[in-house]
């Protein structure tokens, strides 16, 4: 399991101001906020209406957000201010069993994936699919519920429209090689996450630093692209 989540979308690249950090003005609007309000009880994930992401999806089948869902008493990320915001932690297992459009289990992985609830799917339909875009997120791991990183662990991710594939996708642990990654289980790529871009390719990679936490972000250009 890993503790996240901070996910701020803004239609250009420069960057908040840090609570903690205070360097420059805000230059750009937040088109969505994943940043979890300080009031915020656990049963509020499960209703579309005081969620800040989907209450149905991704998910394991017969599942609740508030089952999956953690509020954990630890340090603030970057992004969360202290008298407004929270971290949010999120957990996986055995029961996190995605079923497709009523097909069949997906056994051969486990799901858990937060949707923010005002993101429209077709290209172009909202301002996260036009002009230029940052995504910011901050992880931090969990040293009680680690993760077995022999495993591939996508975190964070942009899906195109038709479904084909990712516009970027931040991932942890060994990636198999039908996802990008050499499949070989060292050290140096357990204890490592790395972006890929639309074609798996890894074009950033870095080491994981356990007990603290990590900030990330991608810029995509539609307007060059």
């Given at each position: 399991?890993?503790?996240a989540i901070t ?16 360097t ?34 991704v ?33 996986i ?15 051969g ?20 699919d ?14 009680n ?18 479904y ?19 499949g ?10 790395k972006?890929q ?7 950033f ?21």
């Open positions: 399991m890993m503790r996910l701020l979308h803004f239609l250009t690249f420069a960057s908040a101001t840090s609570p903690h950090h205070p420059h003005a805000i230059k750009c609007p937040i088109i969505f906020d994943g940043r979890v309000p300080r009031n915020l009880a656990l049963g509020s994930f499960d209703s579309a209406a005081t969620s800040p992401y989907s209450p149905q999806f998910k394991g089948e017969n599942l609740t957000w508030s089952q999956i869902l953690l509020l954990p008493n630890t340090s603030l990320s970057r992004f969360d201010t202290r008298s407004v915001h929270k971290p949010l932690e999120v957990t297992n055995d029961h996190s069993l995605f079923r497709p459009g009523g097909g069949n289990l997906q056994v992985f486990r799901r858990a994936g937060l949707l923010l609830k005002n993101d429209t799917n077709s290209a172009g339909s909202d301002p996260a036009t002009g230029v875009v940052t995504f910011h997120w901050s992880v931090k791991q969990d040293r519920r680690a993760l077995n990183l022999s495993h591939e662990y996508m975190n964070v991710w942009h899906e195109k429209a038709d084909s594939g990712n516009q970027f996708t931040f991932v942890g642990g060994v990636v198999l090689e039908v996802d990008g990654g050499t070989v289980d060292t050290r140096g790529e357990r204890e490592s996450w972006v871009d639309s074609k798996n390719g890894v074009v990679r870095t080491p994981m630093r356990f007990g603290g936490w990590q900030n990330f972000a991608v810029q995509l250009d539609y307007v060059s692209s």
